[in-house]
């Protein structure tokens, strides 16, 4: 009981209810075009006050709505309010206007029956509930019983009388049961005729592809940037603290490093955000890259104590844009793992050697630190990057050291 209550006048039966009256609302001008037109073919100046001219009109008017709807506008629209009002999922229609003449075939079809089912709905909703409320009301009210309404002789019997209430009833529960199954019909046609096509399927996982691998990259630029600065400022500070009262001038070195790593650190936390917010973030700093910014990142990690020494045997300026900007990631992100694990001297060596450049980065083993929630992602952040450039990497422990290597080509990276 409770769930048929529910298929004819629940949430979702009423909403689908009103977009069966916008669809009967959006027929009424064709209905009028269709009467100028009946009207003089059958000589009747009032074709409203007759119920098979009425249809008539209507039937002449749904053609011409298909025709008006074959514009590529029709879809957004039409799948804007069946998403709204017929209860379907937002991917099961398309969102963007029909492009082919199949498409706008589809749109045109759904237009048509959205509106003669909607056309009908309409007048049984004008017509049948005072009709319906009458009948409840006629063993009430005596002069709805009068024979000048024109109502059946019949009624005048006591048990035509006792009837009309439950007749009246059963018309109104008709009424529902008919907007309820034209509802779920035009919801069940609603994918077919206004759904996405492969086309449409194929653009939208491109567009999430596209947003997954943004989302990924910075997330990989904030992992480096700020992590490596993170890690950098915990140990200038840490150096400074121990030598706070004996060594002055270190401790000074060691907060113009701090200043300088997070000013950076900033600027870089801004163009990542900027690429979240504008997409390409014009106007933003440069991201840092081997040429520019290798110096800057040794002096840096060199400030909180740290013994690095570091091989350069290739001109840094000849080298990829793109393979610049890698590299710098990725020795950035090699010292911020000797940093964390308070591992030193910590050695680095770049050269270039058969169209590749290679990085390496060693340090001693040192003890493993506490796992952080969320953390280990370093490696992998280098892996992804490696990846995406068709280079090789490799990382672990070699004895007593720990070495991470890396290969990237140099050719097709421009």
């Not at 121990?242 to 000013?263: G, K, Q, S, Y």
Request: hydrophobic share 50%.
């Amino acid at each position: 009981m409770t769930a048929g209550w529910g298929l004819l006048f629940g949430g979702r039966a009423r909403r689908r209810w009103i977009h069966l009256i916008l669809g009967g609302a959006l027929a009424m001008p064709y209905v009028l075009v269709g009467s100028v037109i009946v009207g003089p073919l059958t000589g009747v100046d009032n074709v409203f006050g007759s119920l098979p001219l009425q249809l008539g009109s209507f039937a002449v008017g749904l053609p011409i709505a298909t025709v008006t709807s074959l514009f590529p506008l029709t879809r957004p629209l039409e799948s804007g309010a069946a998403r709204a009002l017929c209860g379907l999922d937002a991917d099961a229609l398309a969102h963007g206007p029909a492009r082919t003449r199949a498409e706008r075939g589809r749109a045109a079809a759904w237009f048509t029956l959205h509106l003669g089912l909607g056309g009908i709905v309409s007048g049984m909703s004008l017509a049948v509930p005072p009709f319906a409320v009458m009948l409840i009301a006629i063993p009430l009210l005596a002069g709805l019983r009068d024979p000048r309404l024109g109502l059946p002789e019949v009624l005048d019997h006591g048990w035509a009388q006792a009837l009309c209430p439950v007749v009246g009833l059963a018309m109104l529960v008709a009424l529902a049961a008919c907007a309820a199954a034209c509802g779920a019909l035009l919801a069940r046609w609603a994918p077919a005729l206004l759904g996405p096509t492969p086309a449409d399927r194929l653009a939208a996982a491109e567009a999430r592809a596209a947003d997954l691998a943004v989302r990924n990259r910075l997330a990989r630029e904030l992992h480096d940037s700020v992590g490596h600065a993170l890690s950098a400022v915990t140990l200038q500070a840490s150096a400074a603290r121990r030598v706070l009262d004996t060594d002055p001038e270190f401790v000074r070195e060691a907060l113009a490093a701090i200043e300088e790593t997070t000013r950076r650190t900033v600027g870089e936390l801004d163009a990542a955000l900027g690429v979240l917010r504008d997409g390409d973030a014009p106007g933003t700093a440069p991201a840092p890259t081997l040429a520019s910014d290798l110096d800057g990142l040794l002096r840096r990690t060199r400030a909180g104590g740290q013994r690095v020494t570091a091989t350069v045997d290739t001109a840094t300026d000849d080298l990829p844009p793109l393979v610049s900007r890698e590299a710098y990631r990725i020795v950035q992100e090699g010292l911020s793992n000797a940093l964390k694990h308070a591992a030193e001297p910590v050695g680095l060596r770049i050269a270039a050697a058969g169209g590749h450049l290679e990085i390496t980065v060693e340090n001693p083993l040192g003890p493993c630190p506490a796992p952080r929630p969320g953390g280990g992602h370093g490696l992998r952040g280098i892996a992804d990057r490696v990846r995406l450039l068709g280079g090789s990497s490799h990382a672990g422990a070699a004895g007593d050291i720990w070495r991470l290597h890396v290969r990237l080509p140099l050719k097709g990276s421009m």
